[in-house]
């Protein structure tokens, strides 16, 4: 019976399967979606791999030595290197090629990977944008491309990746917004964007994301204030913001965030009071940073009491006050920094901070650099931690000696006590510190020979003793400086000669400096200085031949041999020194003919060989024609070329004679009347100096040195916006929350006087619209007693249109001016030039128009700056000319008019040439300087070419896209006549003959008459 039901049961499930068929296809769907799946990934990974190299490649046959090896086709991704797979699913979760060397650009394949968790892909060199379709990886819980060089915008619809934990992608190259909808990323606890070139406000919610531990935003362009809906992260253990543009005062919230550990805030414009109670109420921190701002008040005492706090730093900011008691309550600080600030010290225990940082065992670094500081440096410091590697005590009031106890300081490596008015000697004990590599004691009172111990500082490469009392030699022991980069001992009473052993060493590549000393005896040879880039023996007592093994020191920029008692020729081996850009011989004994292979040197800019008995005709060509970079002087058997008589028999001595006198009446009279002319244009410099502050004085108070470098920020590279012939230009913020532009001319640079004179008078009656303010000036000394010269000027946020044009050359699409921009700029321009020429009290020429010196506003309004080659004109005429009666050439290659460079003087003609050559550029993208302008094609003639073909040929192919992306083809065709009448415009500025131009006010009428033409019909 139990068979026969068996047997049933088996007829049953066959008639079942006759009757209702089995879902097969659903079967075979359920075992392939596994199989896909794995496939997609695989197919996934191996489109990235395509797409990725290393640097260690160096064949296609390397493949064994490629991170990516175990990648194959031929076997399951779970067993390939840097992939992790889930056990149960199969599917790839984890990928992580973290530190592999890859480079290459992301595949977008990526977000195919749709179970993925964890990507890793930090310290690499990837390329190009994070592709969009990372986005698709909803699983993702750590995002981590941290220091590649990924560039473009963060990924749309980022915040889509709700399930993210860690958000890691700084240093790379984006440029983009946080986005404001951030908040989205619920379980988010890691932000990192830092060293990108983030823009914009810091999202206020960011505070909505409560999980968040670590916000680290530092260096990148965001600006605003700190939100304080960031009060209610209390999770929150980091918040750096460093090295930003962000301004205000730092919510009162932020300081109650009681789980903070590292608080950083440093390079940026926050103002007001730092609490003084702060370390109470954030009693976790181990990592203070505020430096570079403008905080005021008192150091935070509370500070002193964290007990676990590792790094203070407050450098650079508008503190008051004394160093708070405690400093010895911090067994754990490492670094302790408070240079730059307005501390001071009072009474005999002022200075007893130092004494207390000796319980600080494992402090590592101490700035006390530029305060008010004063007394005896404390024998105690001595006793500060063996791990101490950096002490900055410059620029303060210390006085007394060195005390000898600083040789226990056996881990120094950079010691600087240089400002202060320290005086005794220098000692030997400092000899015993094996790990110093820069020894900084400059502008001090210090006498005494220096210490031979001071040789066995075998380790050192910057040591700078100048400016003060030493006396005696140098010593011997210095031949054992075998890393030295750097020495300068000017402004001493050293004497006895240069030993030779100083001038081999063969790392000595930046300075080497022994003027304004007591040096005697012949310079040694060269030898080995193959790299140094200065050398200055000037104001000693030296004398001899000057050495041809000089022509080995090819790297040399500035040789200074001036007022010594140096005898001979001037080596022709001077010639080889192709990088030398200020040559100084004079005052010495001299002689012989000026080597004609001098002016070959295309680099140099100086050149002073006055005051020695050279003879012969003067070379004429190279920096010879530059008459305002070569001194002369003094030499009384000089001649230029035509004038020079050669020698005749001696029955010719009567004839010779009357020449001789005849050129001499001549020259006489020649120089008579031009030193005449020169006095009288002296006279007119000085008097326009006077009346240029004078002019100034009114507007605003004079802005000080230290007010400057405050602004400033210490003169950072980072605050550097550009460079010119004549000088720096920084940004900077004043006290008052003025936003500033700050020119800080190299006042030893030729020229720079003048510049400054120039730019002065030039500005002081200048109003305008689209002139850029000049608001003072600042004549002072610097931190060195150098003389400083500022001019401080309004800042404009959009940089100059250079700055526009470059970017689009660089990236294809950086300039999206569109033709309407463009225009305006062009008219702006114009009318600047128009006011100069033809409104202003006195007609003024400025001789370097160019887009570098066009700077733009927040809206974009164009604005001419840099006058530091402006000419006035005595009349106004057809034939306009300056009342400077040198023929420099003047002007920036590429925009200098044709006339200029047969001797022509500066002429408003000349303006209008530049301008003409700055709208070609502007509407055609192309540089005048581009290497395909070469044989005597320049980009005036290639635009003209194209005029009697087609305009379209030259236009900006970027502009072209804009007018060609516009829906009517009608309002396209009109933007097309319109570019081509601004093109004339420009053709018409720039014709070779000055009296064939167009007048600068013809051209803002057609100009306007364009625009015109643009907003009435389209």
């Not at 992260?233 to 919510?251: C, K, R, S």
């Not at 001090?444 to 040591?463: D, E, Q, V």
């Not at 000595?508 to 200085?529: A, C, R």
Request: aromatic content about 6%; overall charge neutral; some cysteine.
């Amino acid at each position: 019976m139990a068979l026969f039901s068996h047997s049933l049961l088996h007829i049953y499930a066959l008639v079942m399967i006759l009757i209702v068929p089995f879902d097969f296809n659903n079967l075979l769907i359920g075992v392939s979606s596994t199989t896909l799946s794995i496939t997609t990934d695989k197919e996934a990974l191996i489109s990235l791999m395509s797409q990725l190299s290393t640097t260690n490649d160096t064949s296609s046959s390397s493949t064994s030595s490629h991170p990516l090896s175990s990648w194959s086709h031929n076997s399951s991704p779970c067993n390939w290197t840097g992939v992790l797979c889930d056990k149960h699913s199969r599917r790839v979760i984890s990928l992580d090629l973290s530190g592999f060397g890859l480079s290459g650009n992301l595949s977008p394949y990526i977000g195919n990977i749709s179970s993925l968790q964890s990507l890793q892909l930090q310290n690499n060199q990837l390329t190009g944008f994070i592709p969009n379709q990372i986005t698709n990886l909803d699983s993702l819980r750590v995002l981590n491309m941290n220091s590649n060089r990924l560039e473009g915008m963060l990924p749309l619809n980022l915040t889509c990746l709700n399930k993210l934990e860690i958000l890691d992608l700084s240093s790379n190259k984006i440029v983009s917004r946080i986005p404001e909808d951030i908040s989205s990323l619920k379980k988010l606890q890691v932000l990192k964007l830092g060293k990108n070139s983030l823009h914009g406000t810091i999202p206020a919610a960011l505070g909505n994301i409560s999980s968040l531990r670590n916000i680290s935003l530092g260096t990148n362009s965001l600006s605003g204030w700190i939100p304080s809906d960031l009060g209610r992260l209390h999770n929150l253990i980091e918040l750096d913001l460093t090295i930003n543009n962000l301004t205000g005062t730092v919510p009162s919230v932020v300081y109650n965030l009681s789980s903070l550990v590292n608080l950083a805030l440093a390079a940026n414009s926050f103002w007001g009071d730092i609490p003084y109670d702060v370390g109470h109420k954030l009693p976790k921190l181990l990592v203070f940073n505020f430096c570079y701002n403008k905080f005021t008040g008192r150091i935070p005492g509370s500070l002193h009491n964290l007990t676990n706090i590792r790094v203070i730093r407050m450098l650079s900011n508008l503190l008051e006050g004394t160093v708070p008691p405690g400093l010895g309550n911090l067994p754990f600080l490492q670094l302790y920094n408070i240079g730059h600030n307005r501390i001071v010290s009072s009474g005999i225990k002022g200075l007893e901070f130092i004494t207390s940082l000796a319980n600080s065992t494992h402090l590592n670094f101490l700035n006390i650099n530029g305060n008010m500081l004063e007394g005896d440096i404390p024998g105690t410091i001595g006793n500060l931690s063996k791990d101490l590697s950096i002490l900055y005590m410059g620029g303060n009031r210390f006085n007394g000696s060195i005390p000898s106890s600083i040789g226990r300081l056996s881990g120094l490596k950079s010691f600087n006590l240089s400002y202060n008015s320290i005086s005794g000697e220098i000692p030997k004990e400092l000899g015993k510190l094996e790990e110093l590599q820069e020894l900084y004691l400059t502008g001090n009172k210090i006498s005494g020979a220096i210490p031979i111990p001071l040789g066995n500082l075998i380790k050192l490469n910057k040591i700078d003793l100048s400016r003060n009392e030493l006396v005696g030699k140098i010593p011997f022991s210095f031949q054992n400086f075998q890393n030295l980069l750097y020495m300068d001992l000017s402004s001493n009473k050293l004497n006895g000669n240069i030993p030779a052993e100083i001038l081999n060493l063969p790392t000595l590549s930046i300075v080497l400096n022994l003027s304004n000393n007591f040096l005697s005896g012949p310079i040694p040879q060269f030898g080995k200085l193959t790299s140094i880039a200065s050398i200055d023996f000037s104001n000693n007592q030296l004398y001899g031949t000057i050495s041809s093994s000089i022509g080995s020191c090819l790297s040399l920029e500035k040789l200074f041999l001036a007022r010594n008692m140096l005898s001979g020729s001037i080596p022709k081996e001077l010639g080889d020194v192709r990088a030398l850009e200020s040559l100084d011989l004079s005052s010495n004994q001299l002689f012989g003919l000026i080597p004609i292979e001098l002016q070959n040197l295309h680099a140099l800019q100086l050149l002073n060989l006055s005051y020695n008995d050279l003879e012969g005709a003067i070379p004429s060509g190279g920096v010879f024609q530059i008459l305002s970079a070569v001194h002369l002087e003094g030499n009384k058997k000089l001649c230029l070329k035509f004038a020079c008589v050669p020698q005749v028999h001696r029955r010719g001595h009567v004839r010779l004679y009357i020449i001789i006198a005849t050129v001499v009446i001549f020259v006489v009279l020649c120089l008579t009347i031009g030193l005449l002319l020169l006095y009288m244009n002296y006279r007119k410099v000085k008097i326009t100096a006077i009346e240029a502050s004078k002019q100034l004085k009114p507007r605003a108070p004079l802005v000080s040195y230290d007010e400057l470098r405050l602004a400033t920020e210490e003169f950072r590279e980072e605050k550097l916006l550009g460079t010119g012939s004549f000088g720096s230009v920084y940004k900077g913020q004043l006290c008052q929350g003025n936003i500033i532009a700050v020119k800080v001319l190299d006042t030893l640079r030729t020229g720079s006087l003048k510049s400054f004179f120039a730019e002065c008078e030039a500005m002081k009656n200048s109003r305008h619209r689209n002139l850029v303010k000049l608001i003072t000036s600042c004549s002072s000394v610097d931190f060195r007693n150098n003389d400083f010269l500022a001019l401080i000027y309004e800042y404009l946020s959009n940089g100059s249109l250079e700055d526009w044009i470059k970017e689009r050359r660089k990236h294809g699409n950086g300039n999206g001016l569109n033709l309407m921009e463009r225009l305006n700029i062009a008219i702006d321009v114009a009318s600047a030039l128009d006011y100069l020429h033809n409104d202003s009290e006195t007609p003024i020429v400025h001789c370097d128009i160019k887009p570098s010196n066009i700077l733009l506003n927040e809206d974009m309004t164009a604005k001419v700056g840099d006058f530091g080659l402006a000419r006035l004109l005595i009349q106004r005429s057809n034939n306009q000319f300056s009342i400077s009666s040198t023929n420099v050439l003047r002007g920036s290659i590429g925009y200098i008019p044709p006339e200029y460079g047969w001797g022509e003087k500066a002429s408003a003609a000349g303006d209008v040439y530049s301008f003409g050559i700055v709208i070609l550029e502007l509407f055609s993208g192309k540089s005048p300087q581009d290497d395909c302008f070469s044989g005597g094609l320049s980009i005036a003639k290639w635009v003209q070419s194209a005029f009697k073909n087609k305009t379209v040929h030259v236009v900006d192919p970027q502009l072209l896209s804009l007018i060609y992306d516009e829906d009517s083809a009608r309002d396209t065709n009109l933007q097309i006549q319109c570019v081509d009448a601004i093109m004339g415009v420009g053709m018409s500025c720039t014709t070779d003959n000055p009296h064939d131009r167009i007048g600068i006010r013809a051209a803002v009428c057609q100009l306007k008459a364009a625009m015109d033409f643009l907003l009435n019909k389209i």
